[in-house]
């Protein structure tokens, strides 16, 4: 499997200066482009619209605009950004309402330097990050979310989309909660494949991240088959 050659490209946003300033010369000295840096969440939404990272690394507790609408803005922005909130709390409402707003993982700030830059090389591939023990929560929230009554993305389409077996083979294993990297040792296929079957089903269903892909196949049972 090839390696990602260049530099994945983050932004920090945290209200403190000094563990802002930690994190992001953390970054910078693994090798990641820290490409922003924002202390309040106005200035977060400006900065990373315009500095563009892969990766965003998100405090949910900041002035002037709360990191989950933070959040919310800037994946509606870009569908393909990765957003990795870094939380000093393990609230669970915290947790489900940073997921709900498109984060992709949830890391408490209690992590060691090695499990954060961990967390954000595998949240830029795409991998659902969560610090151990949140990761079932997520998913049982999950399922109660699929027991309400939603309009599927397709309805009142002449037809829903058409995904190969191959792309429905995939989905059904990451509504299971199975990481790409599992997903592609389960399937004996490259992680940039499991990347390019999900990215292909986002567009055919017309959905923008992995929370709501989760949703739709947990909507049709597929997590159960």
């Given amino acids: 499997m090839t390696q990602r050659q260049d530099p994945i490209r983050v932004m920090v946003v945290d209200d403190h200066p000094m563990w802002r300033d930690a994190v992001a010369r953390d970054l910078a000295e693994s090798g990641f482009e820290v490409v922003a840096t924002a202390g309040d969440g106005e200035q977060a939404v400006r900065r990373a619209k315009a500095a563009a990272p892969d990766v965003l690394v998100l405090d949910l507790n900041l002035p002037a605009k709360p990191g989950v609408q933070v959040c919310k803005e800037l994946v509606a922005h870009n569908p393909a950004l990765r957003v990795l909130v870094l939380s000093a709390s393990g609230e669970h409402a915290d947790v489900l309402e940073a997921v709900k707003s498109g984060a992709t993982g949830y890391l408490l700030k209690s992590a060691s330097t ?55 083979e995939v989905l059904r294993l990451v509504a299971k909660g199975l990481s790409y990297k599992q997903i592609a040792e389960r399937l004996v296929i490259s992680h940039r494949t499991v990347q390019n079957h999900v990215q292909n089903t986002l567009g055919k269903l017309q959905l923008h991240n992995r929370v709501e892909l989760v949703r739709y196949a947990i909507e049709r049972g597929l997590d159960d088959e």
Avoid at 114 to 136: C, I, K, N, S, Y
Wanted: proline share 11%; net charge negative.
């Fill in 114 to 168: 090695g499990e954060l830059l961990d967390a954000v090389r595998r949240t830029a591939v795409g991998d659902a990050v969560f610090t151990p023990g949140l990761a079932g929560l997520v998913l049982g929230e999950y399922r109660r979310l699929a027991a309400e009554p939603v309009p599927a993305p397709d309805a009142g389409e002449p037809g829903a989309p058409r995904l190969t077996d191959r792309e429905t």
